[in-house]
């Protein structure tokens, strides 16, 4: 028998709802809670034949570990993509590839708002090694507000070898490091590009860093020398964004 998981919150459970209701086996509301939001996630959970249940708030808080906003859902275990997916993602993309790598990231809260980003800049796939990485779990999914569905994330054995693989059908990889001597506005990133940022507090490993095809660092005007890895993934994806953008309007 398959043991099923339990993440919480809103927008994640909405998020599966509507991306993969087949996996939603039931929904937990906390008791006396009516509103808006519960009352068209009820719908919704009912379109899909899924059972809701009320439960006792006190509950719901022993069953999970962060603001689960009255909304618990019991879903099978999520799945992350293997290598072979990483082909398919791209072949069947009609934009400009733009792919996110995360070099042993290992905080789900960062994972988390990297998804969320990742899936508000467009990008077709995240990818992290297998080993000393954060993975999909409740917290991601909360952190990401419904991004961990619909944004692949790709599971890798050998992260070298993948981004070699990407160089070879031309995608240009570009790191994040704080000695680069390239400016992240300096770069252009309109074309074929994979983003690679280094891990909490390490960066990117050795062999990571001699694999990209151009270091970039994020220019720093205060005291602090480095942002958390989300904000400077937010700030590095966007500023492709930002780029196509332009190109495309001229």
Aim: net charge neutral.
């Amino acid at each position: 028998m398959t043991t099923l998981e339990k993440i919480y919150g809103l927008h994640a459970v909405e998020a599966l709802l509507r991306h993969h209701p087949k996996r939603v086996k039931r929904i937990w509301l906390a008791a006396g809670r009516d509103d808006p939001r519960i009352r068209a996630l009820i719908d919704l959970a009912r379109a899909e034949r899924v059972v809701v249940e009320s439960a006792d708030r006190r509950e719901l808080d022993e069953w999970v570990e962060g603001v689960h906003q009255g909304v618990v859902a019991e879903v099978t275990p999520s799945q992350v993509c293997g290598e072979n997916m990483l082909e398919e993602l791209l072949e069947r993309s009609d934009r400009v590839p733009l792919i996110l790598v995360l070099d042993g990231v290992t905080d789900p809260h960062n994972l988390g708002a990297c998804l969320r980003t990742a899936d508000a800049a467009g990008v077709q796939a995240v990818i992290v090694p297998k080993d000393k990485s954060a993975t999909l779990n409740a917290t991601v999914r909360k952190v990401a507000c419904g991004a961990a569905e619909v944004v692949p994330l790709v599971a890798v054995t050998n992260l070298v070898r993948t981004l070699e693989k990407l160089q070879q059908r031309g995608l240009w990889v570009v790191g994040t490091a704080g000695e680069a001597e390239r400016d992240l506005y300096a770069q252009d990133l309109t074309g074929p590009t994979v983003l690679v940022m280094g891990a909490e507090g390490k960066g990117m490993r050795r062999l990571t860093r001699e694999t990209c095809d151009y270091l970039v660092r994020l220019p720093m005007g205060g005291s602090v020398s480095s942002l958390n890895v989300s904000v400077a993934t937010g700030v590095c994806l966007f500023e492709a964004v930002r780029q196509r953008g332009a190109t495309k309007a001229r």
